[in-house]
């Protein structure tokens, strides 16, 4: 059983690789589901999430929600879908998203460029100029859009447990790869990491339900005891430990919630 992220971008032949996993061990394979749930679970148009993936960092800056709130609301909707394990996500920044969870196998699909260029000719019927520049551009965008939401650069291999360019490797060596590394026992779930993850879980979705309100904030769980942590002025703290209150009703797997101002923000907070 095990979380197996794949980083990708176009033409990489990377939503194949996944599909592929996925069907040869028996796991969901996600993507799009995810943006689709936090649409639902927010109260945020799809196509707006849409819109900031592919023009961030610009329409960012104008999106309704803050881009800490953005964050959190995808990340408390992937969380919530891959909490049960046995999934591989080919979707947004999920290398990043998941980063704290020890037994994600987290993979960096790349093609040649090339060859990238090719399919897109192919695909719409352009000429190599016109390909090679959307491709340039599509690339710029998602790295600077992981730049500006995360922090990191996506290129970056220390990211990753595996980088493979397909070109001499096919994508059927590259599936042969991946299940083979998914059964190593670091990627292994325990009954520790299953009780983390819902801890992981409870704590998403209370950020994601204070965050568009509280901005300073960060939450912990620990087999459902939860502290709110702000560095909030006082004039707000009560209003906060209020809606806390009401979280505790509304979000299953919370024994007890509390909020704890002016102290620094533990390391493994959301």
Not at 93 to 117: C, F, N, W, Y
Not at 244 to 251: F, N, P, Q, S, V
Request: some cysteine; charged content about 30%.
């Amino acid at each position: 059983m095990a979380i197996i992220t794949i980083s990708r971008g176009s033409y990489s032949k990377g939503k194949e690789v996944a599909e592929s996993v996925a069907e040869r061990l028996g796991y969901e394979c996600i993507s799009r589901e995810v943006l689709l749930d936090a649409s639902r679970r927010f109260n945020i148009p799809e196509m707006k999430l849409i819109r900031a993936i592919h023009d961030a960092p610009s329409i960012l800056d104008r999106f309704q929600h803050s881009k800490q709130a953005y964050i959190a609301y995808i990340r408390s909707a992937l969380i919530g879908r891959v909490k049960s394990d046995n999934v591989v996500y080919h979707g947004l920044a999920g290398h990043i998203l998941l980063q704290s969870v020890p037994h994600v196998l987290k993979v960096r699909i790349t093609a040649s460029l090339e060859d990238r260029i090719a399919a897109e000719m192919a695909r719409e019927s352009i000429t190599e100029t016109e390909a090679r520049s959307l491709i340039q551009k599509d690339d710029q965008e998602r790295r600077r859009w992981t730049k500006s939401l995360y922090g990191v650069d996506p290129w970056d291999s220390s990211l990753y447990d595996l980088v493979i360019r397909i070109d001499k490797l096919t994508v059927a060596d590259a599936v042969d790869f991946i299940c083979r590394a998914a059964g190593r026992p670091g990627f292994k779930t325990t009954d520790a990491l299953r009780h983390r993850m819902e801890d992981l879980d409870i704590a998403c979705r209370v950020k994601a339900s204070l965050v568009d309100q509280f901005f300073d904030v960060a939450v912990t769980s620990e087999y459902g005891n939860v502290i709110v942590y702000t560095k909030l002025p006082e004039r707000h703290i009560q209003k906060l430990k209020k809606k806390a209150k009401d979280l505790k009703g509304e979000i299953e797997g919370i024994n007890n919630l509390e909020v704890h101002a002016g102290l620094p923000y533990p390391p493994d907070s959301v």
